[in-house]
C-alpha cells in the first residue's frame, strides 16, 4: 500500500532502534557504574571508620580484645555493605541522569525519540544484576556475617580477663572483682610492666603490686595464672591495726575464666529457613526487613528518573540531589520504624514495611503525571 513501510524499512528501523537501545544500555551502565563504585567505596570507608572507632573504644575499655579487631572490623563492614547498595545507586543515578538534564544529552535524546520507557529498560537491565547481588547477600551472606560476629563477641567473653587489659586504664574483672592495672608492656610484649591488682580475699580486701608480670596456662587443668615477680602483697582493712605486708619474688595469681555465655544468635543472624513460617512478629519483621533491601533499590532506581528531571538545565547536576538525600532518609528511618512496629505488635504482619514502600510507590507515580502534563502542557502551548 502506498505510504505504509515496507518489510525492509521496518527491519532497518528495528534494527537501528536495537542498535540504539544498546548504545544506550553501555552509556547509563558505564557511567553509573563508576558513579557508584565511588559513591559506595567513600560510604563504605565513613561507615567503616565508625565501626573501627567503635571497637577501639570497646578494645580500650577491655571489653573485646584487641586481637579481634579486624575480623569484627570486616565482618560489619559486609553489613554496611547492605545498606549502601541500594542508597549508592540512588545516588550514582541522580548524580548521572543530573549531568545528561545539565548538558542537554537528554533533550538529544527525547529528540532521537528515546523516552521515559527506554531509559527506564536501560535502567531495569543494569538494576538487575545489582538486585540479584543484594538479594544473595541479604539472605545468605548477612546473616552468616552477623552469625560470626555474634560468636566472635561470645569466644571474647570467655576468654581471660587478661586478654582485653590495656596499659594505663583500669580494668574491672566480669567475674570475681578483680581490678586490673598495667604500665605498659615489654618490647616483644611477652610480660608486663608496672603491675596493680585488687581484689576481695577471704581475710578482707588485698592489693597486689608487682615490677613485671606473664601469663601462663596449667597443661592439665588448662587454668591460666598471671604470674608476678618481684613485687609486693598488702592484706588487711584499711584503718585496722590488721594489717599485713609480704614481699615475693614470684607469685601465681589465679585469673577466673567468665562462665560459658549462654545468649542465643540475634534475629539478624537467623537462616532464612528459620524465619520462613514462623508466627513470631520478630521473625517476620526480619524476613519483611530483608526483603525490603531488594525492594527499595528497584523502587529507588525507578524513583531516581522523576526526581533528577530539570526543566532549566542551568540548574546543574545536583539540583535534585538534596531532595533526593532527603527523601531517602525519610525512606529508610520509616523502614526502621516499620520494623520496630511490626515487632512491637502496633503493626498487623500483613501490613508490616509494605506501607513503606506503597507511599515510595505513589511519589514514583505522582511525579511521572506530573511530569507528564507538562510536557502535554508545553506542546499546547507551543502549538497556539
Not at 6 to 34: C, D, Q
Not at 59 to 64: D, P, S, T, V
Not at 215 to 225: F, I, N
Not at 326 to 343: C, D, E, P, R
Amino acid at each position: 500500500m502506498p505510504g505504509s513501510p515496507s518489510p525492509v524499512t521496518g527491519a532497518f528501523m528495528t534494527a537501528r532502534r536495537s542498535l540504539s537501545m544498546g548504545i544506550l544500555n553501555r552509556y547509563l551502565v558505564r557511567e553509573v557504574l563508576l558513579t557508584q563504585a565511588a559513591v559506595t567505596l567513600v560510604l563504605l570507608l565513613i561507615i567503616m571508620g565508625g565501626t573501627l572507632a567503635r571497637m577501639l573504644r570497646e578494645a580500650a575499655e577491655g571489653r573485646i580484645p584487641a586481637d579481634v579487631l579486624v575480623t569484627m572490623v570486616a565482618l560489619g563492614s559486609v553489613r554496611g555493605l547492605i545498606l549502601l547498595l541500594p542508597v549508592s545507586l540512588f545516588l550514582a543515578l541522580m548524580l548521572s541522569l543530573g549531568r545528561w538534564y545539565k548538558d542537554s544529552e537528554m533533550a538529544a535524546m527525547q529528540a532521537c525519540g528515546v523516552g521515559p520507557r527506554q531509559i527506564y529498560r536501560a535502567i531495569g537491565w543494569m538494576t538487575l544484576p545489582l538486585v540479584v547481588v543484594l538479594t544473595v547477600l541479604v539472605f545468605w551472606v548477612a546473616p552468616m556475617a552477623s552469625a560470626a560476629i555474634d560468636q566472635v563477641r561470645i569466644a571474647a567473653e570467655e576468654r581471660s580477663d587478661l586478654a582485653g587489659v590495656a596499659p594505663g586504664r583500669f580494668l574491672e574483672s566480669r567475674t570475681g572483682g578483680q581490678v586490673f592495672f598495667i604500665e605498659g608492656y615489654t618490647e616483644d610484649r611477652s610480660a608486663m610492666q608496672g603491675v596493680f591488682i585488687r581484689a576481695m580475699g577471704p581475710e578482707g580486701p588485698e592489693v597486689v603490686t608487682a615490677r613485671r608480670a606473664h601469663s601462663e596456662q596449667d597443661p592439665v587443668s588448662g587454668q591460666r595464672y598471671l604470674v608476678l615477680e618481684d613485687g609486693y602483697r598488702y592484706r588487711g582493712r584499711p584503718g585496722s591495726s590488721e594489717f599485713r605486708i609480704l614481699s615475693f619474688q614470684t607469685h601465681g595469681i589465679r585469673v577466673p575464666d567468665p562462665p560459658g555465655s549462654t545468649r542465643t544468635v540475634k534475629v539478624d543472624g537467623l537462616p532464612l529457613s528459620t524465619l520462613l513460617g514462623s508466627p513470631s512478629r520478630y521473625h517476620q519483621a526480619e524476613l519483611q526487613w530483608r526483603l525490603s533491601m531488594p525492594l527499595s533499590m528497584i523502587l529507588l532506581a525507578a524513583l531516581a528518573l522523576p526526581l533528577s528531571h530539570t526543566a532549566n538545565p542551568r540548574q546543574g547536576r545536583y539540583a535534585k540531589l538534596t531532595a533526593g538525600i532527603a527523601i531517602y532518609i525519610f525512606y529508610a528511618n520509616f523502614l526502621i520504624l516499620g520494623k520496630s512496629w511490626v515487632s512491637s505488635g502496633l503493626v498487623p504482619v500483613w501490613l508490616g514495611m509494605w506501607w513503606v514502600h506503597g507511599l515510595v510507590l505513589l511519589l514514583i507515580l505522582g511525579l511521572l503525571w506530573r511530569q507528564r502534563g507538562l510536557r502535554v502542557w508545553r506542546r499546547r502551548e507551543l502549538a497556539v
